[in-house]
């Protein structure tokens, strides 16, 4: 499958091992299904490690999962209805 770089990148920093981030993983994974059932912009995922990048850990690492879309972060993922607000509020509708 081709990359389509005219997608958004959405970033998530998370951290191995922990269990919200893996929540917020599947929360996203949700939100991100819902979106393309409506036929809405879905966005690439680039997932980051924090504990593999020391500048990284120092800026999320209490904050983890983050997630970033252009200028725009969501820290401390913990809700969906949260995850699709920000979505909605960050990510064009079609493209």
């Keep these: 499958m081709a990359i389509d770089p005219t997608r958004p990148v959405l970033t998530f920093f998370r951290r191995a091992g922990c269990t ?14 819902e979106r ?25 690492g209490a904050l983890v999962p983050v997630i970033r879309i252009a200028d725009a972060e969501l820290p401390l993922v913990t809700s969906g ?3 699709r607000a920000f979505l909605t509020a960050t990510l064009p509708a079609t493209m």
């Design 36 to 60: 393309a059932a409506r036929g809405e912009v879905v966005p690439r995922i680039d997932e980051r490690d924090v504990a593999t990048d020391p500048d990284l850990e120092r800026r999320y």
């Design 81 to 83: 209805r949260q995850l």
């Design 20 to 33: 919200p981030c893996d929540e917020a993983r599947e929360l996203l994974a949700w939100a991100l299904e």
